[in-house]
Nanobody, 119 residues
Framework: QVQLVESGGGLVQAGGSLRLSCAASRITFSIFELGWHRQAPGKEREVVAIISSSGNSNYTDSVKGRFTISRDNAKNMVYLQMNSLKPEDTAVYYC?????????????WGQGTRVTVSS
């Protein structure tokens, strides 16, 4: 069974930093597109950052210049470095692994890690 396990969330003051980590198991990690998504209270889940199997990354506008997504295929890990955090970054952050292969779509999610940014 595929597992994605996030860690690194917590409480931080505005302007602070956190680094989220996601450990994956039982998948061919290197071929998956990886992403971080978040869901704030009362809002829909939104994509924050994605990184392709080749290492290309994209970010939602609200985090550009503040967040950095990275991956370590040797360790089956994906990270989200979050700097200059704002109260509006408060949410549960989810790790995602996705793949379209031979006409099939594979989507795996972690259980989420909570980030709270105080003003």
């Amino acid at each position: 069974q595929v597992q994605l396990v996030e860690s690194g969330g917590g409480l931080v003051q505005a302007g602070g930093s956190l680094r989220l980590s996601c450990a994956a198991s039982r998948i061919t990690f290197s071929i998956f597109e990886l992403g971080w998504h978040r869901q704030a209270p009362g809002k829909e889940r939104e994509v924050v950052a994605i990184i392709s199997s080749s290492g290309n990354s994209n970010y939602t506008d609200s985090v550009k210049g503040r967040f950095t997504i990275s991956r370590d295929n040797a360790k089956n890990m994906v990270y989200l470095q979050m700097n200059s955090l704002k109260p509006e970054d408060t949410a549960v952050y989810y790790c995602h692994a996705g793949l379209n292969f031979m006409g099939r779509t594979y989507n795996y999610w972690g259980q989420g890690t909570r980030v709270t940014v105080s003003s």
